[in-house]
């Protein structure tokens, strides 16, 4: 009776963990043994138009531990490690026991014996001292006296309890240069079967604009592990292969981005604005070669950005001033309703339209069109731009790109302000053309002048040249893109003729006037608007131009906000457009106007000499 209650008991046991707790038993033993590795792909390098790294991410690891081979000896692998990991020793006790929570039924809950995750962007140099560390574990007790149980627990624990996982961090080698454009990272986090899986994503910037790009897909690799969590490869059940992110690379010349960062930082030492701004760009193609906001910060920082140093070339908008004389101008040239050499009486510098007065910075009585935009007369192109008419007006601000964003691949981009003619106050046709009343970004003002050296047409401002993968190979090829011609190739020119008298003696600009080129370009002074009214002794103050000025190479746009020591836009902005384009076109190598004469002459005499003679 002994012997068959015996084998009952044996039976129902058989029957209770092979049948009545089969899934439940299966599953633990599943979890114990198989394991599934998550491989996150390199995320891509931004380069420069010349292949030089602003982007890149560097190999490191994430050092883990398997909770279920460390038994109690948690203080002996927190003091052993906490030096080398950087880390509070207490702090890394607590994480070496197995993570609790309470679950939706209440019941406390072990989210996973084998795996918990210590440190993070450990270097190769870090985790083999780890290693070190863990081989050279000290118990305090006479190991060859213990069980053999006790010496296989605490060789497991030395070999297999601290282990490391590939991973990556993202690393900017020219620190703050082109930050805005770049932008800059961070971790995103989820949980894949009881594991933190961490992986890169763009917070700003290209990093965010191209982010699927370059972020590429994750791999992973299900498989089962020996009690030195060693993988049985012939165990492996999934296994897909990882593949990395694109490389992206930008027209951002990194040369030129030096230039003027190194350039506006001076001026902001020099007039304290509140910031300040510059664009670099090929008026033919649209190629955006450097584009800066100071203050700026260091992408390998995130945690000190501020919204202070957001991109304020495209987030930010505010009323142009003077150089939006160029949209009614170059309009009514277009439409021949006025000619350059057309006069217009000034008003001696106080022009009275819709019960309000309109001022000059300076009294002026008559002056040409090509005067107007010389001295830079706000009564002229108001007058203009009366001629012009409200429909024509608008329209041409609409061809222009205003009111619409430029679609620059970058996040944060605001369409500026541009109100239908049906909202326009009486005084509106007046004050717009002299850039009141209107809301644009730096961005769009730049490629509004883009087009006048341009031959009229408008360009989508191109910022990535090229997709490649890891090897080099071109995924995806960018071209320069024409949106649409605004103005004939006459009135092109004939506006050129007029904004190269602004850095002359006579214009507003003198000190944006180059050694060795002839310079075509426009001022602007914007009374700043605060709570919906003109704020006394705040400016934004700005200058745009363009060299040589009748074959452009170049297009510079400098724009200051709360200028001191000065605050028009010729006083304070053309000294450093002149200094940026000086710079840019020695390292550019560009030929001087004189030597594109002299090449012109020679190929006029050659073609002529070459010429069959009639006899």
Same mark, same amino acid.
């Given at each position: 009776m002994l012997v068959c209650l015996a084998f009952t008991g044996l039976g129902y046991r058989l029957v209770d963990l092979q049948v009545l707790r089969h899934d439940e038993l299966s599953k633990l033993a599943h979890e114990d043994m198989e394991r599934e590795y998550w491989e996150a792909p390199r995320r891509g390098d931004i380069l420069d138009a010349h292949g030089n790294l602003l982007a890149t991410s560097v190999p490191v690891k994430t050092v883990c531990a398997d909770p279920s081979l460390i038994g109690n000896q948690q203080a002996v692998v927190a003091h052993a490690l906490a030096p080398l990991l950087q880390m509070n020793e207490s702090e890394l006790y607590q994480k070496l026991f197995p993570r609790s929570f309470r679950n939706d039924k209440g019941q406390m809950v072990t989210n +996973? #014996?084998? *795996? !918990?995750?210590?440190?993070?962007?450990?270097?190769?140099?870090?985790?083999?001292? !780890?290693?070190?560390?863990?081989?050279? #574990? +000290?118990? /305090? !007790?006479? @190991?060859?006296a213990l069980p053999k149980d006790k010496q296989v627990f605490l060789r497991d624990l030395r070999q297999g309890a601290i282990f490391a996982e590939a991973d990556q961090m993202r690393v900017y080698p020219n620190g703050a240069l082109a930050a805005q454009v770049l932008g800059f990272s961070g971790d995103e986090e989820s949980e894949v079967n009881g594991r933190v899986v961490s992986k890169i994503v763009g917070r700003d910037g290209i990093e965010m604009a191209l982010n699927s790009e370059l972020s590429g897909v994750a791999g992973w690799r299900v498989t089962e592990t020996d009690r030195q969590n060693h993988e049985l490869v012939a165990t492996r059940d999934e296994d897909v292969q990882v593949r990395d992110g694109l490389n992206v690379e930008l027209t951002i010349d990194a040369v030129i981005q030096h230039i003027l960062e190194t350039e506006l930082a001076d001026a902001l030492q020099k007039h304290t604005p509140r910031s300040i701004t510059g664009i670099v760009m090929r008026p033919s193609t649209g190629e955006i070669l450097a584009m800066a906001s100071l203050p700026n910060y260091d992408p390998n920082q995130p945690n000190l950005i501020t919204p202070e140093m957001r991109d304020r070339d495209i987030t930010d908008v505010m009323e142009p001033g003077s150089v939006f004389k160029i949209i009614p101008i170059s309009g009514a040239l277009n439409d021949g309703i006025v000619h350059l050499n057309d006069q217009f009486f000034c008003e001696d510098g106080h022009f009275a339209y819709a019960g309000r007065i309109l001022h000059d910075a300076e009294p002026h009585g008559i002056l040409t069109t090509e005067g107007i935009i010389t001295k830079s007369s706000n009564i002229g192109a108001a007058k203009v731009g009366i001629k012009l008419g409200e429909n024509r007006l608008f329209d041409y601000a609409t061809e222009y790109g205003f009111g619409e964003r430029t679609g620059i691949p970058l996040p944060g981009e605001v369409s500026g302000i541009l109100y239908p003619v049906k909202d326009w106050s009486k005084v509106s046709i007046a004050q717009i053309p002299m850039g009141q009343g209107v809301g644009v970004t730096r961005l769009q003002m730049m490629m509004a002048m883009d087009a006048i050296a341009n031959d009229g047409w408008l360009m989508h401002p191109m910022l990535v040249k090229c997709l490649m993968d890891r090897n080099g190979k071109v995924i995806q090829q960018y071209e320069p893109q024409r949106v649409r011609q605004i103005v004939s190739d006459d009135t092109t020119k004939q506006m050129i003729e007029a904004l190269k008298t602004v850095v002359t003696a006579d214009g507003t600009a003198p000190g944006a006037a180059m050694k060795e080129y002839v310079v075509a370009g426009k001022t602007g002074t914007a009374q700043k608007v605060e709570n919906g009214a003109y704020v006394h002794g705040k400016y934004f103050a700005s200058f745009i131009g363009f060299f040589p000025a009748d074959n452009p190479q170049l297009i510079i746009s400098i724009v200051m906000d709360e200028p001191k020591e000065g605050y028009f836009g010729g006083q304070?902005? /053309? %000294?450093?457009?002149?200094?940026?384009?000086?710079?840019?076109?020695? *390292? #550019? +190598?560009? %030929?001087?106007? @004189?030597?594109?004469?002299?090449? +012109?002459? #020679?190929q006029i005499a050659t073609r002529a000499l070459s010429a069959p003679q009639i006899q």
């Open positions: +996973n #014996l084998h *795996y !918990v995750r210590l440190a993070r962007n450990v270097s190769d140099d870090t985790w083999q001292q !780890v290693q070190l560390a863990m081989s050279q #574990l +000290n118990f /305090g !007790v006479d @190991e060859k304070v902005c /053309g %000294p450093v457009f002149r200094n940026v384009a000086e710079r840019c076109a020695s *390292y #550019l +190598n560009l %030929p001087s106007d @004189e030597e594109m004469q002299a090449t +012109n002459s #020679l």
